[in-house]
Structures are given as structure tokens and as C-alpha cells.
């Protein structure tokens, strides 16, 4: 037994050896590479392995540590509110700002980003500053500026931040349309505040659809990127930016082999709405959609599994006044093939409200086209603290009517879908999606009157909510 494990050590060795040796190729001279360069006919691996040198050279000085400082009143405690600690999900994606304790306190974090501008214009995640009082861009030579923020959307994890300050290194731009998977990319950040460290590996999927981000088609590499690359720049191979280091997926808070990046189309088009406006303008048709399965596609008498099955539609809608219903399955929108459901959001998002949109849609057998004028996402939807905050009061609850088709599902009952939930109510354990059909034993069907009940409610309310098949009573302490 013991010569098996001293065999197996031995191998082990070795190919730390030869792994050792392949690195050495990339980040710094060898033997073994001025050999395959003398010798092109060589089989040597090291080939394949491109130096990066360049690229950090060339980008390191435009890569910033963004350091955040806030007051907050407190926390609820949870870290995914909504969601079941239960749920497998619970651990899963992640934003990795550095994180800090809990309670009624001083928070700071620390982030990533990178100069766009000369003129001190700095991309990161919305989620680096957010509940910022104050932040501090610190740059590759040592000087620090405090940053103005001049927008930030959450719904894309995108923050757009000014320094004062002249002639900075800048990045150069790239596009993340044709991104292929396999390809080579690099991350430049500061994982746990060790300021201008590189990490690369490759593209491991593109257009990822994450839970509760409907408006990013996310870049999914197996690049390490830590606590702290938060808003970093994701390299190509020519030096150019890509993406937007923003979350991963880690059981333990560190790395495992799952990043995700903003793309960088995304990211940009976010920006220039941030400066030219102020604010994001997103667009909306008010469908609710779901992915066509094998079983599906057959029933709809489609020849492939693709497209976006509508489930509902939302009353006066632009997508109601165009005559969508559910069952229409979405193939196309403005000549753009929609092959999964999750490519329809982020596409709809970018048209401006007001524009018409052109789909091509199969209903009971046969394909036609319909026009839809674009509306716009209300501001509230798009992602501002206090107008959440606002809408949720004292239960912690994000509340909507519900559709003609969802209270047909429900076979007639009326109620309010849960629609985002955080305090008392996700201590408790309602959860998205949940509907509300009663507080303390009376129906509620509209949010004015689940809020007059509540307000006449002392410390605590029992709500009966329904979760896809089940009804149960849920009691809530309002404290």
C-alpha cells in the first residue's frame, strides 16, 4: 500500500512539475520555450499557451481599486433574503465585494474598476458602491481621488463613477457579440485588496442566464476571480475589454471555478444612458415567458425545442395591445433569432420605449408577425433603494396584482404575487413568487388594502399564502 501512495505522489509530482514548467512559459522565459521557438516543428504543448505579458503591461495602469464607506440602520440578517437557506441556490451566485460584519455599523468594501476616459469616466459594479457615502478610487501609482457616482443600475450590476483628474491610462473597448467559447481571456483586479493581480483562463459559456438577472446574458469563464475583482475588466486576446468581472458561484465565499461577467455591450450602452440622461431607459412589452422544453415544443407542434413560450400577459400592455396571448411562442425579435427564453429579456430591455419592435411568432400551427410599440420599465423596477423601501413598508414585501391568466391558474381566487421580499417577510420565509391571498382571515386582492390591514395590525400578522400547490398560514413579526 505504501508504494502504491509513494507511486502515486511521484506521478503527482511530476505533473506539478510539467504544469509548473507550462506556467513558466506563459509568465516568464524558459529553456523549453526557446527551444519550440527555434524548433517550430516541435509538438511541444507549450504552443498553445499565449503570454499575457503584454496585455497587463499595456492595461495594469488603468485598472483602479475602489475603495466604499456607508452608514447603514441595519439588517435583516439574511444573506439572500427570499430565498430558502434550504434552497440550493442559497450558496449560489454570489456578489463578492469584500464582505463586512453585520448590524447597526459603519460599513466599507472594496471593489474594482477601470478608466474608460481620459478624463476620469470609471466602469464598475453597482453592487461595489451601493449604500456608498463616500468612495475612493485608488490608482496603479499610489494617488487617490474621491469619486462622484454618477449612476448606478442594479438591474445590470453596472456603476458609472468620475474622478478629477486629467490624461489617465485608458482601456481599449472591446466587443463581447462574438465571443467564442474555448477563447483565452484575463482578469485584472484587487482579490481581497491585493491591488493589480492577474488571474486568466477561458471562456466556458456564453449568454448564462443567472437567477434574478434578467437583463444580462452573462459570460461565464472559469478565470479566478475572488472577493474584491468586483468590477474588474475581463481581457480578449488582443487587450481588449469584454466583460465586467461580477459574481461567482462559491460554496465556501471564494473561488471554484464559476465566474461571471457582465458583457462589456452590455455594460456600455448602460453607461451611455448613465451619462447622457442621467437615468436607464429599458424597454418592456409585459410578458411573462418560459423556456420551450422537448414536451412543450411537440404539444405546440414546433420541429425543434426553442423560442419563448408566453405564459401570460399583462392587462393594457403593449403587448396585450398588439394581441400577443398565452401560447404564442416568441421566435424572433427584429430578425433576431430567439433560441432560449432567456435571450428575449435583455433584448426587449434594449429597445428604447417608444420604438416598435417587429416579432415573429408561432401560434396553433402556423408563424406570423406581430408589431409592438415598446413601453418603458418603470423607474422604481429598474432599481432605486428608496422607492423599494418605499413600496415594501413594514412586512418587507413587493406586491402586484394578478393577471387574468395568473388567476386562472389559481382557479378564480384572487390575491397579490410576491414579486421581491426582504425584512420581517423574508425572516419569516415568504418567498418570491409566493401569492398572498389573505391577512389575519381576510382576502386581499388589491396592495392598498393588504396595507390598511396591516397598519391596523399590532406586532404580528398571519398570512395565507399559496406556493405552487400548497397553502399555508405564515406569521410575521412586525417588531
Do not use: C
Amino acid at each position: 500500500m505504501r508504494l502504491q501512495l509513494l507511486k502515486k505522489g511521484v506521478i503527482v509530482a511530476l505533473l506539478t512539475a510539467a504544469l509548473s514548467g507550462a506556467y513558466s512559459t506563459v509568465f516568464g522565459s524558459s529553456p523549453w520555450l526557446a527551444h519550440a521557438q527555434a524548433n517550430p516543428s516541435s509538438s511541444s504543448p507549450a504552443l498553445a499557451l499565449p503570454d499575457m505579458s503584454a496585455i497587463v503591461a499595456r492595461n495594469g495602469q488603468a485598472v483602479v481599486n475602489i475603495s466604499m464607506s456607508g452608514k447603514v440602520k441595519g439588517s435583516d440578517g439574511a444573506d439572500f433574503p427570499g430565498l430558502d437557506p434550504n434552497d440550493p441556490f442559497y450558496e449560489f451566485f454570489r456578489h463578492f465585494r469584500i464582505p463586512q460584519q453585520r448590524g447597526e455599523r459603519q460599513i466599507r468594501g472594496q471593489g474594482s474598476g477601470f478608466i474608460l476616459r481620459e478624463d476620469g469616466l470609471i466602469l464598475t459594479n453597482a453592487h461595489v458602491i451601493d449604500g456608498a457615502d463616500e468612495v475612493i478610487v485608488r490608482l496603479n501609482d499610489k494617488r487617490e481621488f474621491k469619486a462622484k457616482v454618477l449612476g448606478a443600475d442594479k438591474a445590470t450590476d453596472v456603476a458609472v463613477l468620475r474622478i478629477e483628474a486629467r490624461n489617465l491610462p485608458t482601456v481599449k473597448i472591446g466587443s463581447s457579440a462574438n465571443l467564442r467559447v474555448g477563447e483565452w481571456v484575463l482578469a485584472i483586479g484587487s482579490p481581497y485588496g491585493f491591488e493589480s493581480s492577474a488571474s486568466a483562463g477561458i471562456v466556458s459559456a456564453v449568454s448564462r442566464s443567472l437567477p434574478d438577472d434578467n437583463y444580462v446574458p452573462f459570460i461565464q469563464t472559469d478565470v479566478a476571480v475572488n472577493p474584491g475583482n468586483s468590477g474588474g475588466p475581463l481581457f480578449n486576446m488582443a487587450g481588449e475589454v469584454i466583460g465586467i468581472n461580477s459574481q461567482i458561484y462559491s460554496r465556501t465565499g471564494g473561488y471554484q471555478g464559476l465566474s461571471f461577467a457582465i458583457p462589456i455591450d452590455v455594460a456600455i450602452s448602460v453607461q451611455d444612458q448613465i451619462v447622457k440622461h442621467g437615468k436607464v431607459q429599458r424597454g418592456r412589452i409585459g410578458v411573462s415567458i418560459q423556456e420551450v422544453n422537448q414536451s412543450l415544443a411537440e404539444s405546440f407542434g414546433l420541429s425543434k425545442p426553442a423560442g419563448a413560450l408566453i405564459s401570460s400577459v399583462e392587462n393594457d400592455s403593449p403587448a396585450a395591445k398588439a394581441g400577443l396571448e398565452p401560447g404564442d411562442v416568441i421566435m424572433s425579435l427584429n430578425g433576431k433569432e430567439i433560441l432560449s427564453s432567456n435571450e428575449l429579456p435583455p433584448l426587449v430591455a434594449a429597445i428604447r420605449p417608444g420604438e416598435t419592435a417587429k416579432l415573429q411568432i408561432w401560434r396553433k400551427g402556423s408563424m406570423r408577425e406581430i408589431s409592438v410599440k415598446v413601453g418603458g420599465v418603470k423607474e422604481e423596477k429598474v432599481a432605486s433603494t428608496e422607492s423599494k423601501e418605499t413600496a415594501q413598508g413594514k412586512l418587507g414585501l413587493a406586491l402586484r396584482a394578478l393577471t387574468a391568466e395568473e388567476r386562472r391558474q389559481l382557479d378564480g381566487k384572487g390575491g397579490l404575487l410576491v414579486e421581491n421580499v426582504s425584512g420581517a417577510a423574508a425572516r419569516a420565509g415568504i418567498r418570491p413568487g409566493d401569492v398572498v391571498l389573505s391577512v389575519n382571515g381576510e382576502a386581499v386582492t388589491t396592495v392598498d388594502q393588504l396595507r390598511a390591514l396591516v397598519a391596523k395590525a399590532s406586532k404580528r400578522v398571519a398570512l395565507l399564502i399559496q406556493r405552487r400547490d400548497a397553502k399555508l398560514f405564515v406569521p410575521i413579526d412586525l417588531g
